[in-house]
């Protein structure tokens, strides 16, 4: 694999801001966690369908969706440091009227509140990673995003010990949680303010390098739109595993809620590593390797996964979410060297479309389940990764280092 030197436009990496963003992104998705986890708690209180469900979901994961490439292109436009803990405030008041709303359409309402400060916060965060990384551009984009796969790994265990034995109202805890996050944003937007003063001085900041040779605005459109297939795939899979594969062990194996929980846990957890692992392999071996290998070896596995029995069922889950997470950090970066002039535009289209593929998949999931069972739903997705083999068609990369 070809090395492109770097000599004027990449510093050292920044490893407290690196570690900070990514401990952020772990409270801003954790407090997302609480949406899913909240399902067995919401179908039983308030007596919701799957398709309403679902719905929920949707209002969260679109809203969320619908801007991030709007906050991510005005970002590219004018970064607003303090945008982060700005939405971070929306994200507080939203999770405080989920754990209080006596209606559904108030459930609807505080979800949209939660999407909107997410999707404030994954442009600007992942371009305080971007800034903070130096040559290790996978490795800190790895750190940012294992934060968030970790806050949403921890949503079974806060399904399974605080809400189910809490109900609604126990979302109320997570307003600390919340309230910690803008406090620690404080501190890193200090810190972004003082780059972007730093960068008016020094003009060769601006200059930035693509591990990806020069393509054609035709060449970057197709690749880009393998892309959008791409995590397309992964995300309408993850979807499905996160939100309701609960109610197929439940149904198939006959585990209790709080079980079935712990198993879609581990999925997370294995994925939360596999997304941690992504960015460094990336950075050796290439991204383009790593995006088909995600998508390429648990193919198999997840179409065997419906049949297997419930023994077989923990290393399927494991071996999924580490496989399928791998790329997760890798498509953002690919994605920001594919067009290097829109860093924030970038990561918000390509973590938007992540919430919005999820938004809609939630929805066609919850309405196949109420349409044609849980099970035959669970098969149908099942085919999904198959969409991943299109990442044989991206352009190959090469590798970043700074000089001596």
């Known amino acids: 694999m070809t090395t492109v030197k770097a000599t004027t436009t990449l510093g050292n990496p920044v490893y407290p801001i690196m570690f900070a963003i990514g401990g952020c992104h772990l409270l801003n998705d954790t407090l997302q966690a609480v949406i899913p986890a909240m399902f067995p708690v919401l179908e039983k209180e308030r007596g919701l369908s799957f398709t309403q469900l679902g719905f929920i979901f949707f209002a969260l994961n679109m809203v969320a969706s619908i801007l991030q490439p709007v906050v991510g292109y005005f970002s590219d436009r004018k970064p607003r440091p303090y945008a982060l803990p700005f939405g971070m405030v929306f994200s507080l008041v939203g999770i405080g009227g989920l754990a209080f709303a006596p209606e ?18 994954h442009p600007e965060g992942s371009r305080v990673s971007f800034m903070a990384a130096g040559p290790k551009r996978g490795l800190a984009q790895s750190i940012f995003q294992v934060g968030g796969n970790s806050g949403q790994a921890l949503a079974p265990l806060i399904g399974a010990f605080i809400l189910v034995p809490l109900g609604q109202k126990g979302a ?13 944003l404080m501190k890193i937007s200090a810190w ?6 730093q960068e008016k001085l020094d003009k060769r900041k601006k200059v930035l390098l693509s591990s990806i040779g020069k393509l054609t605005t035709k060449q970057v459109g ?5 892309l959008l297939l791409i995590i397309f795939a992964r995300s309408f899979y993850v979807t499905n595993i996160t939100s309701f594969y609960v ?3 439940v149904e ?8 079935g929980l712990l198993y879609i846990f581990l999925f997370l957890a294995l994925g939360a590593v596999g997304t941690f692992f992504g960015g460094p392999l990336a950075d050796r071996m290439g991204r383009r390797n790593v995006i088909v290998l995600s998508l390429v070896v648990p193919m ?22 580490f496989f399928i997470m791998l790329s997760f950090s890798v498509t953002v970066v690919y994605a920001q060297e594919l067009v290097p002039s829109k860093i924030g535009t970038m990561a918000g289209l390509t973590v938007g479309l992540a919430f919005g593929m999820g938004a809609i998949g939630s929805v066609v999931i919850g309405m196949l389940m109420d349409q044609i069972g849980i099970y035959p739903t669970m098969i149908v997705v099942s085919f999904l990764p198959i969409i991943g083999l299109v990442g044989l068609g ?3 990369d090469r590798k970043i280092t700074a000089a001596a």
């Open 104 to 121: 559904y359409w108030m459930i609807l309402v505080s979800v949209m509140l939660l999407g909107f400060g997410s999707a404030v916060f």
């Open 172 to 184: 109320a805890l997570f307003m600390i949680v919340a309230a910690l996050a803008i406090f620690i």
């Open 192 to 197: 972004y303010k003082g780059q972007l003063e």
């Open 222 to 226: 197709v690749a880009l739109t393998l």
């Open 247 to 249: 109610f197929h062990l």
């Open 252 to 259: 198939r194996y006959g585990l209790a809620v709080e079980d």
């Open 300 to 321: 198999p596995l997840c179409l065997m996964l419906p049949y297997a029995p419930l023994w077989a069922v923990i290393v399927l889950l494991m071996l999924i979410g």
């Open 394 to 396: 991206l352009p190959r």
